[in-house]
């Protein structure tokens, strides 16, 4: 039977089973105060760049009302995605799964229509459900009572959004302004006039930014410029960054872009003439990390609205909001840019959430959760059953000080795509340890041991040195090796990806 059959028929199948299961939940949750659900994302934000982080950068970013959400709620501090590539963290976030059970395991990858979500059951639970800004899984969304969507990346400038009952294909709309105060627009929009005010409401605003090309608003063109934002202690360091079995995308490569292709960054140009190389990387970080703050602050003003909103119409004890991004990134740590590695800085993903009836105020949670844990914490919320085709689980116990005596101790990471600077990987991260296994240097024609690397997170937290030939370490290499493998066979994921194509 072919994949898409099969799903139309467990779709269809999933249907009348939700129906059921809906009675059953709402009989479970009488005289529950089931909660609307406000779920922010942007892309690649990463930690380093939110105040509340406390990391290198975050005293110079804009980020009060993202701030104020953990200060009123909960920030989690050892959040992570289980592949930090866009269409894999989204496709995750919606099934819960793996990639290699969603069939989104790269950019390429797609989210078929029919396949099972956390929107279906949220509708199915009596919810209306909504999601508006980039979707990027390029399948029509389905689960949604409403969309308003970037079908493909999208644009910053005038973005062409794809609305619900519109043609998928053909029938964009193109709305005037910047694309975060757009997709803001859209989103208030929904919820003053196109939701049921009598139905709980689980909105997802997606927000394009921070994305390259990193391009804010004109209004905000002025931050920093009389500042030099502070440079991390590993920028200079050689193009292959040191102690690891892999290149990278050096910032050489974003001053590269910066000067070839000006006009699809924020003015002024790069100016990179008579320069030597150590010049030109400190004046490309600079301009980097200018357009990247200056584009958050977008983000962050545009939280403020939805804030304002629901906490003028009074829902704001009966609203969980959340925001987060679709993975980590490196801002020139490593003397790197972009994602997709395991390393911290792309591993990980910020999250904070406020919902006063459950979560007190100031909550730390140091608790390791994944992406893949998102669907179960809505259905939880909610009341509404959790599928066992969901490989995650709710942490709405750990939001409340009350952690599991069985919660994970640790995380399994796989990212798929293979290229010669950025050769697949897969691997372990306990709270102290990190295990990576670079499988597609095989392909390279690197021996099985050349391909690892080993950092304790304890005495190394920057993971600056790769100690895995160190003698001191074999033992506990030896235990990662081994819980590596049994996560791997936890989740499913045991093929040998080098029978699969690299993509």
């Known amino acids: 039977m072919k994949r898409r059959r099969f799903l139309q028929m467990a779709g269809a199948g999933l249907g009348s089973a939700l129906l059921g299961s809906n ?12 909660p609307n659900i406000l779920f922010i994302m942007s892309d690649d934000h990463t930690s380093q760049a939110i105040g509340c982080y406390g990391l290198r950068l975050s005293a110079y970013a804009r980020t009060k009302n993202i701030d104020r959400i953990a200060a009123e709620g909960a920030i989690l501090r050892n959040c992570f995605c289980t592949n930090s590539i866009c269409v894999p963290s989204r496709a995750s976030i919606l099934t819960g799964q793996y990639g290699h059970l969603n069939g989104a395991k790269t950019l390429s990858g797609r989210l078929d229509p029919a396949a099972d979500n956390v929107a279906k059951h949220l509708q199915a639970a009596g919810y209306q459900t909504a999601v508006v800004g980039k979707w990027h899984l390029k399948e029509q969304p389905a689960g949604f009572d409403y969309y308003n969507v970037l079908r493909g990346q999208g644009r910053y400038n005038d973005p062409i959004l794809f609305e619900k009952g519109a043609d998928w294909r053909t029938g964009g709309k193109t709305h005037p302004g910047h694309s975060t105060d757009v997709i803001t627009d859209q989103a208030l929009n929904w919820l003053e006039e196109g939701r049921d005010p ?16 990193f391009y804010s608003h004109e209004r905000y063109r002025t931050l920093y410029a009389d500042q030099d934002l502070p440079e991390p202690e590993d920028l200079h360091w050689p193009e292959s960054p040191r102690g690891k079995r892999f290149e990278g995308w050096p ?7 910066f000067q070839k292709n000006a006009q699809r960054y924020a003015p002024p140009k790069l100016d990179a003439e008579g320069r030597d190389a150590k010049a030109i990387r400190s004046a490309t970080y600079q301009k980097f990390m200018k357009d990247y703050l200056r584009t958050v602050a977008g983000i962050d003003d545009n939280v403020g609205r939805l804030l304002n909103w629901v906490d003028q119409t009074g829902k704001a004890r009966d609203t969980v909001v959340i925001y987060t991004a679709d993975q980590g990134y490196f801002l020139g740590e490593h003397n790197l840019f972009d994602k997709r590695f395991m390393l911290e800085e792309s591993l990980r993903m910020p999250f904070v959430i406020r919902y006063p009836r459950q979560i007190k105020p100031g909550t730390d949670v140091g608790d390791i959760i994944l992406n893949i844990d998102f669907a179960e914490l809505f259905l939880d919320f909610a009341r509404a059953p959790i599928p066992k085709s969901m490989q995650g689980r709710s942490f709405r116990p750990s939001l409340r000080g009350r952690t599991p005596n069985d919660w994970r101790d640790a995380m399994y990471y796989h990212y798929w795509s293979h290229q010669k600077e950025r050769p697949s990987h897969y691997g372990v991260r306990t709270k102290r340890y990190k295990l990576i296994y670079y499988y597609g240097l095989l392909r390279m024609g690197k ?4 391909c690892w690397e080993f950092y304790d997170l304890k005495t190394d937290p920057r993971e600056q040195t790769s100690q895995y030939d160190e003698p001191m370490h074999q033992d506990t290499i030896a235990q990662l090796r081994q819980r590596l493998a049994q996560l791997r066979t936890q989740y499913g994921d045991t093929t040998d990806p080098l029978s699969v194509a690299p993509s």
């Open 251 to 257: 910032l050489k490569i974003l001053a590269g872009r």
């Open 447 to 450: 021996r099985p041991e050349e």
């Open 198 to 213: 009598n139905k709980p409401f689980a909105l997802m605003c997606h927000f394009k930014a921070v994305h390259e090309p």
């Open 23 to 34: 009675a059953r939940a709402q009989q479970r949750g009488r005289g529950y105060r089931r």
